[in-house]
Structures are given as C-alpha cells and as structure tokens.
C-alpha cells in the first residue's frame, strides 16, 4: 500500500494533476523530492511523462519504481540517441597529446604574456578547455565563451591576453568537434550539446520532470525552459547548488512557475536540521527543515566515523592515512584516480619535467606551484602542496594503492562536492572548512555563498550522529 501524503506532497501532487500550471518545487536535503514526483505521476497514468536524471544511478534507480508511463532518462541518453549516434566512434578514440592537438590546429607559435610565454601545447590545453567550458554553457556562441581560469596564468594582464587570442583558436576546434570526421577530442558533453543547440522539441510527452535543477547543465536548462507544449516541473535545492565552479547553474531561481516547498526532511532527526537551518539562515533561504521524528540525531565527538568528508582532495588523502594508520579499512569515494595523477604531477615537477595535469601544466616546478599557493588564488590547491612536502608523492600513491571498495570499508572518506546525494548514519567533518579571514577593523569575514552552501550539504549527509567540530565555527556569525 502507497504511504498516505504529507500535507506539503499532497498540495504539489494536487497543483500538478490539471497540468495548467508549471511548478517549481524547492526539497530541502533528505525531504523526499523523487518520491513525490512518483506519488504525481501515478495521479496521472494517461499522460506521457519524461523524468531527466541528474546522473546515471539515479536513471537507472528511478526507471525501477516510476510508472510506466514516464520514461526515465539522463540527458545525455536523450543526446545520444538524437545526434550522439554518429559520433559513438570519436567517443572510442584514443588520447590525444595536447603537443598533436596544437598541430591539428596549426597552433605554431607560443602566446607572448606581458608575464608568461606559454608554448604551443601549453596554449592547445587552454583552448580544448575553453571549449569545454563552452559545452556546459548556455552560449550560442563559442566565439562569446570567456577563457576559463588556469591556476598559474590567471593574473589580469594573461587573461587579457588569452582573451584576444584563445576564442578564434576554440571556435576552429569547435568546427572539428562538429565534424564526424573530426579528428579532435570528443567528450559525450559536446554532443549533449549540439543536441540542445538544434532546438530539440519532446513533444511525444505531457510533462517533463527536472531533476536536481538546481545544479543544471545550462544547455539542458534552456532546452526544458524551450518545451513550451509540456507541463514542466523543476526540482531540486537552490541552497545545495555547489557546482557553479564547473559551469552549472540555478534553472530554479528565474523559473516561472508554481512555487512550492518540501521542508519535512525523511534523512534525520531534529538536531541535525537545526544545523542544516543555522546554514540555510545564513543564506537568507525562504526553506527551514523540519527533523524526522522517528530519528534521534545528536552531535558527537566521533573517533571512529562511517564518513569523514572534506573540502578538498588533499585534506580527504590525509585523512585517508588517518584512518589507515589506526587500522581502519578506508574507501575514497569517487576512488583515487584524481589524487593519482595529482601526485603524479608533482613527481614530474619536482623532477623539472613540468607536467600535463590540467590544473597544474602552468608551472614548470615544484617552486613555482609552491610560490603560487600562497596567493589567495592558489589557495584550494595549498593543502595538496603541503601534503606532498609533509610526506612526499611515493607515500600518497602508495597510500592510494590502499584504498578499497566502500562495501569492504570501515570508514569513507569524500570531498564534500562528491557527498552530494549520499548519506552516512555517522559523519565527521574535517577542519579544512575555511573560516573567514576577519576585516580590516577586526569584524567577522562574509562566509561566500558557494562555501556557506557547500556546508549545508556537509552536515545534511548525516543521519543520525554529526561530529560538526569542522563547522561549528558557524556560531560566531549568526
């Protein structure tokens, strides 16, 4: 038998069932957002639905218990099988060296910064990115896409630079990419959006239910905003949208629509939604969560979490000698692939060899990488500097080596961003959560919306214990 709706589930279920109106529905961390669009699309077996998934697990789980008059799909599989087909072959292609890609594009000549001189495969790198950047974008044009930020070349009179030189170079790249007969790299996001430039129309559905809008894919977001024939209801929570640094944005806050709310939260108890709110008050957001009555969180010291998380992946290695040194068996969530060919890159730098590491090709040595951390601008790669100095690249490959599945795991370690839509019953916080630096007269710091958001899915992974100890210094500024 189907749980009775909660008052808040019913009133979303009732406004969506005429399908006149469109709706814009605001789930807090834990309140059950894919159960409701279950329950309304149930309330309405003759009409056609299409449920976009943020990720392929969620399809795949989502597929398993909606009705069978929704199709449950990523939106790259909707890419895929519209304009994904053809280039299926370019997807098999084997890696191409950033020194081929400058020859490909006839890239002969360095760029000549007031403060750097970056060489042909330096400069290949930084187009391919720009078109990368421009594939998770909602610009119509790559000629427009501003050049991303690169750790090392990022100093105002550089970017300028980049600026005139690199969009002619991304939008001759851009050409291949579109070819099938292109030679370049080919990732499944330039597809995806070739697909969502054609100006797709869905119109075999009655609705579109959007998943976790609030970290969208622009392309996608602009392509659902399109199906003007469909009822569309986006969901997702705008103070959990933490991926902003790689392109996503908000589809929610100028949506036009019903807006509704799910503030009774299914994942835990009252103590951790007061901290949950402590955030969401500091973000000025219209949500507050309600705690699960049938769960008795509470804040605790923990020795021996089920989950530590950090901001960063050097923090996250760090804790995994941790833990491995107590005797614990360790997981990395998301595995430790990306610490790899960081530490990788720095065996390359400290031998002078320079390196291929997107976020480290800039530098030519392990001194320069370790003079440029001390900028505020290198700030996020510091504590992965200063795990490498404390204990040395062969120690951190060596500790990866380690790592094991999280089925066999005592502990998981993960950086918050890739915590998002998980949940432990026991979760440690680790102290690499920057408090802000005071003012001038000695006034507490603005904690920046990503970090303040960034916290609130910390917290909210927990269930039933939070050692917060990371965070607590919250208190100081509300």
């Known amino acids: 038998m189907a749980p009775k709706p909660t008052l808040e589930q019913g009133t979303i279920i009732d406004t969506f069932v005429p399908g006149d109106k469109n709706l814009v529905v605001e789930a807090g961390a834990g309140c059950g957002k894919t159960s409701v669009l279950k329950m309304a699309a149930r309330a309405v077996p003759k009409r056609k639905g299409l449920y976009i998934a943020y990720n392929k697990a969620i399809q795949v789980e989502a597929a398993k218990s909606f009705p069978d008059s929704v199709t449950c799909k990523t939106s790259h599989g909707l890419a895929f099988g519209a304009v994904g087909r053809q280039y299926a072959h370019r997807l098999k292609a084997p890696r191409m060296k950033s020194e081929d890609v400058a020859k490909l594009l006839k890239i002969n000549d360095p760029i000549y910064a007031p403060n750097a001189l970056i060489p042909p495969a ?7 990115s720009t078109v990368a950047t421009f ?16 750790p090392g070349l990022d100093d105002p009179d550089t970017m300028q630079t980049l600026a005139a030189e690199i ?47 609030q970290d969208s894919n622009p392309p996608v977001a602009k392509m659902v905003e399109a199906q003007r024939h469909a009822q569309l209801v ?12 790689r392109g996503a944005e908000d ?13 009774q939260s ?19 957001a219209p949500l507050r969560l309600r705690g699960f009555e049938q769960i008795n969180s509470r804040l605790a010291t923990l020795t021996e979490p089920d989950a530590i998380l950090c901001r960063t992946n050097g923090t996250a290695i760090a804790q995994v000698m941790e833990q491995l040194n107590a005797g614990r068996r360790v997981s990395l969530v998301g595995g430790g692939d990306q610490i790899r060919k960081l530490a990788e890159a720095a065996m390359q730098l400290k031998d002078g060899r320079g ?19 001390e900028e505020d601008e290198g700030s996020d790669l510091r504590p992965f500097v200063n795990l490498i100095d404390a ?17 066999r795991a005592d502990v998981e370690i993960s950086t918050a961003h890739k915590a998002k839509g998980r949940e432990w019953r026991r979760v440690k916080v680790a102290d690499d959560f920057p408090e802000p630096k005071p003012t001038d007269d000695d006034k507490p710091g603005r904690i920046s919306r990503p970090d303040a958001m960034l916290a609130y899915v910390t917290v909210t992974r927990a269930q039933y214990e939070l050692d917060n100890t990371g965070l607590n210094w919250i208190r100081h500024y509300l």
Not at 135 to 150: D, E, F, G, M
Not at 181 to 198: A, E, I, Q, T, V
């Open 391 to 407: 204990h040395g690249a062969d120690v951190v490959l060596n500790t990866v080596s380690r790592l094991v599945p999280s089925d």
């Open 135 to 150: 594939t998770r974008s909602a610009r119509t044009n790559i000629l427009h896409q501003p050049v991303p930020r690169i």
């Open 167 to 213: 969009p002619l170079l991304a939008a001759k790249a851009w050409e291949d990419i579109r070819d099938p007969r292109g030679r370049l790299p080919f990732s499944h996001d330039c597809y995806l959006k070739m697909w969502c430039l054609s100006g797709p129309q869905l119109t075999k559905y009655d609705y579109i239910l959007l998943d976790e809008a």
């Open 266 to 284: 299914f994942r835990f108890g009252e103590v951790v939604a007061e901290e949950a709110n402590l955030w969401l008050g500091y973000l000025n």
């Open 251 to 263: 589809a929610m806050s100028k949506f036009n629509g019903v807006r509704l709310t799910l503030s």
């Open 234 to 245: 986006l969901v997702g929570d705008p103070s959990q949208s933490i991926y902003g640094w």
């Open 122 to 128: 330096h400069v290949a790198r930084i187009v391919m």
């Open 355 to 373: 390196c291929s590491h997107p976020e480290l090709f800039a530098f030519k040595t392990w001194a320069e990488l370790q003079e440029y951390i």
